[in-house]
Nanobody, 123 residues
Framework: QVQLVESGGGLVQAGGSLRLSCAAS????????VGWFRQRPGKERDFVAA????????IYADSVKGRFTISRDNAKNTVYLQMNSLKPEDTAVYYC????????????????WGQGTQVTVSS
């Protein structure tokens, strides 16, 4: 059983930056792909970014491409989401998830989820 804990959320002004962390325990972290998703108020949970086991492959939603960067440190069992040039529409609860499927952008590809961290971007 893998446990995931997100941190790093908060309130930031538009144009600012935040770095989210996702710390994993309870499994062999390096065997799992990891993704970030977000859920805005009243909306479905959407894909944001994902990385494969080694971190050598990354994919992004079009809405965050060029502004967000996903990375992982398997030695620390941690995945990061660096978010730059934040916009009010990035306001959401951000979740990290891990799984074995290569369908990185699909919610169904992930078996384990964190509890989420709130990101609020003011205009």
């Amino acid at each position: 059983q893998v446990q995931l804990v997100e941190s790093g959320g908060g309130l930031v002004q538009a144009g600012g930056s935040l770095r989210l962390s996702c710390a994993a325990s309870g499994g062999t972290f390096s065997t799992y792909h990891v993704g970030w998703f977000r859920q805005r108020p009243g909306k479905e949970r959407d894909f944001v970014a994902a990385t494969n086991r080694s971190g050598g492959r990354t994919i992004y939603a079009d809405s965050v491409k060029g502004r967000f960067t996903i990375s992982r440190d398997n030695a620390k069992n941690t995945v990061y989401l660096q978010m730059n040039s934040l916009k009010p529409e990035d306001t959401a609860v951000y979740y990290c998830a891990s799984g074995l499927s290569i369908a990185f952008s699909s919610i169904g590809a992930y078996d384990y989820w964190g509890q989420g961290t709130q990101v609020t971007v003011s205009s």
